[in-house]
């Protein structure tokens, strides 16, 4: 991995200093059938049916896979395709609210999770659709059920929040940080590790100091970590921290290590201690023209459009709105597209902001090299996407690239490497054309 360290702004004064608020029940909610990594779940309702918050709707019996729980109580209004914030469009279930927020009847405190086996937890938790929060929406049962011939002996708690706007973990470690840990015990003691390490970027001093005291400094410790982009990529942070570099197509598995993010350990201590579905989450709404910036705990399935009317409006018409982090967050084309389980934020930029740049050829100025964190060669994997020669990208292990987006920032020639990455993966993933050397 490269060891350059560059970074991009972090524009994070517009939110950090805002407490989490409660959204109000939006009065329709679109849960789209796949919202993880893996296989999409089924309906397992009708139309007109009346359900209750929280309760299940939709499941897979594939084992990478999360099953999808009702955000509102109401009536199934429609099963149909609609805006996706990832695909495009793909097929939901449209839930209209009656604002009466009825829980389902399965979501109830437990005593203690103490008696829990490891076993007993991965049912709760996948039954409970819990995905990693962080963006990538990889199923957690899977993440804490590792291959037996794999010895993990370090779980890291991913606190770096490194993409510039988004506040909402930041938020989260300072409100809620006995459950936090309360869910980074048991994500340890699932794996049936001793070893623990909060990692928090040095730009947040405030949260350094509350996990500092809280930890016993023994069993979990809290590290300071210098601030810079990407570090909570995950393969990053383990060599940061523990200087083990997780080999090309591996996994932290492959070298004694679980991360999991700031949101989901706290997902997980809510379905262990109340059976709680992921059925809300905290998500960052920012940018210089949204007039009241926030913090939001929102349900799945909100769309974009009333959670900014929320937020008071927008001061003039939007140029682009991303969901996720700038770097690695994706334009939306309709403000009904929802929040689903990986939206992390919801960025509004203005005309000016994001004017557009002329692109230049490659000058080969080695920069995209220096910045990778994952030691990769972009303009090299960029050239041969462009020739159509997707087996030569494969060989130069563009499935490695983690899509950071710091190749194409720091590009001079203004080179969008990134979307040619994206390119390149899916056209490798599904094997498009027959030799997979012609850009389709």
Do not use: W
């Amino acid at each position: 991995m490269s060891k350059t360290k560059y970074s991009p702004s972090h524009f994070k004064e517009h939110t950090q200093g805002r407490s989490i608020q409660k959204m109000s029940l939006p009065a329709e909610v679109v849960l789209p059938l796949l919202q993880h990594t893996g296989a999409p779940c089924q309906a397992k309702v009708s139309l007109k049916d009346k359900v209750k918050t929280g309760q299940l709707i939709a499941d897979s019996e594939k084992y990478i896979s999360a099953p999808i729980h009702a955000s509102v109580c109401g009536e199934v209004k429609a099963i149909e395709k609609r805006p996706h914030p990832v695909l495009g469009e793909y097929q939901a279930i449209v839930i209209s609210s009656d604002g009466q927020d009825s829980p389902d009847a399965a979501i109830k405190e437990r005593e203690s999770p103490d008696f829990l086996s490891a076993d007993a937890i991965r049912r709760i938790v996948r039954n409970c659709g819990i995905v990693g929060l962080g963006g990538a929406a990889f199923p957690a049962h899977v993440k804490l059920n590792p291959p037996q011939e794999k010895k993990i002996d370090t779980f890291i708690l991913n606190a770096a929040e490194c993409e510039p706007y988004l506040t909402a973990d930041h938020r989260l470690m300072l409100e809620r940080p006995q459950e936090i840990l309360g869910g980074m015990k048991i994500v340890m003691k699932t794996l049936g590790v001793t070893s623990g390490i909060v990692a928090i970027e040095d730009n947040k001093p405030d949260v350094i100091r509350i996990y500092k005291e809280l930890v016993d400094g023994k069993s979990i410790k809290a590290v300071s970590l210098k601030s810079f982009y990407p570090q909570g990529a995950e393969k990053q942070m383990i060599k940061t921290i523990l200087g083990r570099e997780v080999p090309p197509g591996g996994l932290p598995f492959d070298v004694g290590v679980v991360v999991n993010n700031v949101a989901t350990c706290l997902a997980i201590y809510e379905a262990v201690y109340m059976n709680k579905p992921l059925y809300e989450r905290v998500i960052t709404i920012a940018g210089t023209i949204v007039k009241n910036p926030a913090n939001l705990l929102v349900r799945i399935g909100t769309k974009i459009g009333d959670i900014i009317e929320f937020c008071g409006g927008l001061t003039e018409e939007p140029a682009k709105i991303i969901l996720g982090g700038p770097m690695m967050g994706i334009a939306q084309y309709s403000l009904d597209a929802p929040v689903i389980k990986g939206t992390s934020g919801i960025i509004v930029f203005s005309k000016k902001e994001t004017a557009p740049r002329p692109s230049h050829p490659c000058i080969r100025c080695g920069r995209c090299i220096q910045v990778c964190p994952m030691g990769l060669n972009p303009s090299q994997i960029a050239k041969a996407i462009e020739k159509g020669r997707f087996d030569l990208a494969e060989e130069y292990n563009v499935m490695d690239c983690v899509e950071c987006g710091a190749c194409s920032y720091i590009c001079p020639g203004n080179s969008n490497i990134v979307s040619l990455v994206k390119l390149a993966k899916h056209i490798i993933k599904t094997g498009s054309g027959a030799n997979r050397r012609t850009v389709p």
